[in-house]
């Protein structure tokens, strides 16, 4: 990482490293501070008309209270030339770049740091403070690691298992939840289930979202795909570098 040129951006950025890909693809990640930045998806209006028919609409839908003051405020604290630049990059990079909207956060995902380093110089002085985070690969030996699909951890890791496992997010019955977790729990110690997944495989929802594990077993998915056929989202083998 070019720690230095990130840091004459912002002197206050955070220096993250990529402990897994983003969107099974990319290692470089930048995160802006946007209040108002869901309006960079808004195609049919300028930024500032998206901006203004919202803090209408926040108007209209609540009269007071804490959550309208706090909507309100934070549209007023967006940066037009800011929104208006990211607009620009998440619509100016094909597949390249991918942007992603949590307002008040935009992400900025790439195949490189020069990418992000490109897009980073875009913005003037009174913007490039609203870079927060750069997230990048410690060594080429993490970015290869990261590149096989595998998940970073820490050398001291009490994880004690070599993958991580996914579920795939969606509606299970209440039968095939069973299933898999009387499956899941009968493997004894080659499985641990974290406590989301002990709640969600055992409770009354039949939605299941975020929902993983750890194992030894790698080939864990042939037994859960016959019980459910595409269970499995994700396996990362978890790798100590």
């Known amino acids: 990482m070019d720690s230095l040129f990130w840091k004459r951006l912002n002197p206050n950025i955070i220096c993250d490293t990529t402990k897994k890909r983003y969107f099974g693809r990319y290692c470089y990640k930048l995160v802006f501070l946007a209040y108002g930045g869901r309006s960079i998806t808004d195609h049919d209006r300028t930024i500032q008309a998206s901006l203004d028919t919202r803090k209408f609409m926040v108007r209209q839908t609540n009269w007071g209270g804490s959550w309208h003051s706090r909507s309100t405020g934070n549209l007023d604290k967006a940066n037009i030339t800011l929104l208006e630049e990211l607009r620009s990059i998440k619509n100016g990079y094909g597949s390249n770049v991918r942007v992603r909207v949590e307002e008040p956060?935009?992400?900025?995902?790439?195949?490189?740091?020069?990418?992000?380093?490109?897009?980073?110089?875009r913005f003037d002085s009174s913007c490039q403070k609203f870079i927060s985070v750069i997230s990048t690969p410690e060594s080429k030996e993490h970015e290869d690691a990261l590149n096989r699909d595998s998940i970073l951890i820490k050398p001291d890791s009490k994880i004690g298992y070599s993958h991580k496992v996914f579920l795939k997010d969606g509606m299970y019955t209440s039968e095939i939840k069973s299933q898999i977790y009387n499956y899941l729990l009968g493997l004894g110690d080659i499985v641990k289930l974290t406590k989301s997944a002990n709640r969600m495989l055992s409770g009354?929802?039949?939605?299941?979202?975020?929902?993983?594990?750890?194992?030894n077993d790698p080939n864990i998915d042939i037994m859960l795909n016959i019980i459910r056929p595409g269970t499995i989202g994700k396996i990362h083998k978890l790798e100590s570098i």
């Open 105 to 121: 956060w935009i992400q900025v995902y790439a195949d490189d740091e020069e990418t992000l380093k490109s897009i980073a110089a």
């Open 204 to 215: 009354p929802l039949t939605y299941i979202w975020g929902c993983y594990f750890y194992t």
